[in-house]
């Protein structure tokens, strides 16, 4: 069984930031991408930012210059360093994985369970 478990969010001023940390756990016998998602209420779930096992990355126009993702690849984590937050990164992050639990099984997307993330004004 595979987990990924997100941590890090919170309450925060506007200008501050956060970093996000999403590890996954379980049967893992290789991982591609990662990211980041998040969805705000009455909006639907938006790309934030990804990462390839290669550590090439893809943000969302709206962070891009705020926004860091990065991985361990040997701890099967990976991260979101936000800066400059504004009001409008309010949301649920999720963070996600498409990953292989065996050897020579196909690669699926698995989910964390979300974390929240405020931005006060």
């Known amino acids: 069984q595979v987990q990924l478990v997100e941590s890090g969010g919170g309450l925060v001023q506007a200008g501050g930031s956060l970093r996000l940390s999403c590890a996954a756990s379980?049967?893992?016998?290789?991982?591609?991408?990662m990211g980041w998602y998040r969805q705000a209420p009455g909006k639907q779930r938006e790309l934030v930012a990804a990462i390839t096992s290669g550590g090439s990355t893809n943000y969302a126009t709206s962070v891009k210059g705020r926004f860091t993702i990065s991985r361990d690849n040997a701890e099967n984590t990976v991260y979101l360093q936000m800066n400059s937050l504004k009001p409008e990164d309010t949301a649920v992050y999720y963070c996600?994985?498409?990953?292989?639990?065996?050897?020579?099984?196909?690669?699926?997307?698995?989910w964390g369970q979300g974390t929240q993330v405020t931005v006060s004004s």
């Open positions: 996600n994985a498409d990953l292989s639990p065996f050897s020579g099984s196909g690669h699926y997307r698995y």
């Open positions: 379980g049967s893992i016998f290789s991982i591609n991408g």
